[in-house]
């Protein structure tokens, strides 16, 4: 299998190589300035991992955010029209109405109306301690927390994430949630791992709805309590 990823240094798309290499799949990295046109044919499979999943810029400058995600992911969509793509997106476009979600909203139009065969996979709270951001990460590091104490989340590993977009790199459902399917309130998770973060008072939904109910949240709780006892 010949798959090309399309932002193979961000969070998703360098850990899609690392997991989709071990399985023997051939990978073509593809940066912003690698020509698309150049992409051989052979690469029936496109990744699109190049949109930013930094809320807070894409707020302050959405403009850019917009040239930086619409424009590339409707590039994307004309290059490779030919071709299967799986765009990676967040549950954001669902539960939230700022620059942001509805700028990853329109990357999902566009890729689901170019053919019948592209698929979206729209990613909820995550772990992955290595890129040292995130909701998750700021628990761990008790640092402060942009969200209502009573937000819900259902998270997973990034880990989890590839393994499931591989299992479905053929599915024909258009739109996949990806989640654990159990739940939690970001101050109970706080409790359980002792972080000492402080909570802003701001209705936040990050709950996903997971389509596949195969990933359990006790797993993603051991993984914080591990990496806490090494923060400390």
């Known amino acids: 299998m010949f798959i090309s990823i399309i932002g193979p240094k961000g969070l998703i798309g360098k850990q899609l190589i690392k997991n989709f290499k071990k399985k023997g799949i051939k990978i073509l990295k593809v940066g912003r300035s690698f020509q698309f046109s150049k ?3 052979k690469y029936r499979i496109i990744i699109h991992a190049a ?27 004309k290059i490779f029209k030919d ?20 700028n990853r909203k329109l990357c999902e139009n566009i890729i689901l109306k170019s053919s019948k ?17 995130g909701i998750l990460y700021d628990l761990l590091k008790s640092k402060k927390i942009y969200s209502n104490k009573n937000s819900i ?13 591989f299992k479905n790199l ?27 973060s402080k909570f802003v008072k701001r209705e936040t939904n990050l709950l996903a709805k ?3 109910k195969i990933f359990s949240l006790k797993n993603i709780i051991n993984e914080l309590i591990k990496y806490k006892k090494r923060f400390n």
């Open 83 to 102: 071709r299967k793509i799986i765009l990676i997106s967040t549950i954001s476009c669902r539960t939230e109405n700022n620059a942001y979600s509805k």
């Open 153 to 165: 989340i259902n998270p997973v590993t990034i880990d989890q994430i590839c393994y499931y977009i």
């Open 170 to 196: 053929n599915s024909k459902k258009k739109i996949h949630e990806i989640g654990s399917y159990e739940n939690i309130k970001l101050f109970e998770l706080a409790k359980i791992i002792n972080s000492k």
């Open 39 to 41: 992409i051989e044919k």
């Open 210 to 212: 997971p389509s596949l």
């Open 51 to 77: 949109n930013s999943g930094k809320k807070f810029e894409a707020k302050k400058n959405p403009e850019i955010d917009y040239e930086d995600s619409v424009k590339l992911t409707n590039k994307v969509a």
């Open 117 to 133: 065969k592209n698929i979206v996979f729209r990613l909820p709270v995550i772990l992955n301690t290595k890129f040292k951001r």
